[in-house]
Nanobody, 123 residues
Framework: QVQLVESGGGLVQAGGSLRLSCAASGRAFSSYAMGWFRQNTGKEREFVAA????????YYADSVKGRFTISRDNAKNAVYLQMNSLKPEDAAVYYCAAGTTFTRTHTLNPSYWGQGTQVTVSS
């Protein structure tokens, strides 16, 4: 079992930045790839970014490439999402996820989810 707790969400103006954090506990953190997903009410949860278990590779949704950066610190059992140049359409509940496999399009297949953190972007 892996427990994930997100933090860092909040209200930001369009063009601003936020850094989300996800603290993990439980089984060996470094054995999992980690990712971020987001969801708006009434919409499906969508992939945002992922990072392999030792941070060698990162993957991003086209909508966030060049603006968001995923990173991890295995010594701290933590993964981060730096979000820059935020747009109103980035507003959502952001979920941290842990998994061991990827789809062919490099979307993480989550085995565990956090509870989510709200990001609101004002225009």
């Amino acid at each position: 079992q892996v427990q994930l707790v997100e933090s860092g969400g909040g209200l930001v103006q369009a063009g601003g930045s936020l850094r989300l954090s996800c603290a993990a506990s439980g089984r060996a953190f470094s054995s999992y790839a980690m990712g971020w997903f987001r969801q708006n009410t009434g919409k499906e949860r969508e992939f945002v970014a992922a990072i392999t278990s030792y941070g060698v590779r990162t993957y991003y949704a086209d909508s966030v490439k060049g603006r968001f950066t995923i990173s991890r610190d295995n010594a701290k059992n933590a993964v981060y999402l730096q979000m820059n140049s935020l747009k109103p359409e980035d507003a959502a509940v952001y979920y941290c996820a842990a998994g061991t496999t990827f789809t062919r399009t490099h979307t993480l297949n989550p085995s565990y989810w956090g509870q989510g953190t709200q990001v609101t972007v004002s225009s």
